[in-house]
Every structure is written in C-alpha cells, then in structure tokens.
T-cell receptor
Framework: KAGVTQTPRYLIKTRGQQVTLSCSPISGHRSVSWYQQTPGQGLQFLFEYFSETQRNKGNFPGRFSGRQFSNSRSEMNVSTLELGDSALYLC??????????????FGQGTRLTVV | KNQVEQSPQSLIILEGKNCTLQ??????????LRWYKQDTGRGPVSLTIMTFSENTKSNGRYTATLDADTKQSSLHITASQLSDSASYICVVSADSGNTPLVFGKGTRLSVIA
C-alpha cells in the first residue's frame, strides 16, 4: 500500500515568486491536511480538504491557498513568497476528517527555501 | 485556547537507558491524543492514539499513558536505541467533528552511545 507522496521534495524559490506543492494521499483517503513546520513554531495547521471542499483553515494569510481534485490529490499554492515562508510543508491524509478517531498519515514533506 | 505543551524541549540520554516525555494539554472537548515520532527531515509517524477511556497503550518499546482528569500524557521509551533519536510530538484532537489537530512543539531526543 503506497504511502502519502509529496512532490517535489526540495524547492528553492526567490522572494516574490509563487510555488505549488503537490500531495497524493493514500488510496481511498478523502481528507488531506496541510501543515507548515518551522524550528521555532512546530507544526502549524494550514488547511484541510475533504472531498474537494475546504473544511478548515488555519491562521495564515491569503497568500496560502489550496485545492483538492476529484481523485483526492491536493495542491497547495503560496504566492508572493517571503523569506519567512521557508519551512517544511507536510501533508497528511486520512480516511475521514483529520480530527476525530481516525489515523492521519504524513508524507515526507517538501522543504521550501526562499532566498 | 486549545494548547499542547511538551517537556522537556530536548533530552540527551545514553543508549540502553529509559526516558519519559511529558505532554500537558488544554484542548476541549477532548477526543483523542496521539504521539508521533519524526526523524529529521521526514514526516511524522504515528506511535500511539488513545481516547479518554484508555490509560495506557504500548507500541513495542514505546508506552504512552493518559490521565484525562489532569489532562496529562507521557511517552515512556524503554531500553533506548540510537534509532530513537528523533522529535516526539504530542497531538490532541478536539471533539470528533471537523476541528483540526492541535500539535505540541515536540521533544527533541538524542540517544548517544
């Protein structure tokens, strides 16, 4: 059974550019959540998608957006990149909502560096 | 405000020794508590998940405890190995609805020979 796949694994972008990250969940999982992880803040919740609908959103500016496709694959977009956006971006997939008693499986993450 | 606090921030122990990591939470209403292990540069991997009715849960050398009354949890690692070096993250789920998971900042464990 394939795990959660995130692409690309590493990315270097310049300030002001935009970036799109991809997450393919485990087959059959309908929920995909995105997190930003930095050394000082730990994992911060970005948003969750379930069956192509955004279910929850964290406290991030509108530059961070996402979507989910009918095959449950999800993309996250960050526009007008800032140096502070440098982080490990993780996605997690689960059968149902990420909350509740349902296991969440994480991908390996995309390491984004903004220079 | 829903919060998860972990202690210590970091810990260094000798190979073969035991250690205990702590987690205090103020998440309400409580649904379940999870412990994840995260190796450097990789995604977190689930170790245990417990509901309020479960006091103890084991996964090999890892044993998690939960006291829902005091809102505390601990993760005990027995006979540590070098491969246990990682960050251990406590995560609490509020209710069983649509609210997202609440993450602690983790404890960085280093096991040395």
């Amino acid at each position: 059974k394939a795990g959660v796949t995130q692409t690309p694994r590493y990315l270097i972008k310049t300030r002001g550019q935009q970036v799109t990250l991809s997450c393919s969940p485990i087959s059959g999982h309908r929920s995909v959540s995105w997190y930003q992880q930095t050394p000082g803040q730990g994992l911060q919740f970005l948003f969750e998608y379930f069956s192509e609908t955004q279910r929850n959103k964290g406290n991030f500016p509108g530059r961070f957006s996402g979507r989910q496709f009918s095959n449950s694959r999800s993309e996250m977009n960050v526009s007008t990149l800032e140096l502070g956006d440098s982080a490990l971006y993780l996605c997690a997939s689960s059968l149902a909502s990420a909350g509740g008693y349902t296991e969440a499986f994480f991908g390996q993450g995309t390491r984004l560096t903004v220079v | 405000k829903n919060q998860v606090e972990q202690s210590p921030q970091s810990l260094i122990i000798l190979e073969g020794k035991n250690c205990t990591l702590q987690c205090n939470y103020t998440v309400s209403p409580f649904s379940n508590l999870r412990w994840y292990k995260q190796d450097t540069g990789r995604g977190p991997v689930s170790l245990t998940i417990m509901t309020f009715s479960e006091n103890t849960k084991s996964n090999g050398r890892y044993t998690a405890t939960l006291d829902a009354d005091t809102k505390q949890s601990s993760l005990h690692i027995t006979a540590s190995q070098l491969s246990d070096s990682a960050s251990y993250i406590c995560v609490v789920s509020a209710d069983s609805g649509n609210t997202p998971l609440v993450f602690g900042k983790g404890t960085r464990l280093s096991v040395i020979a």
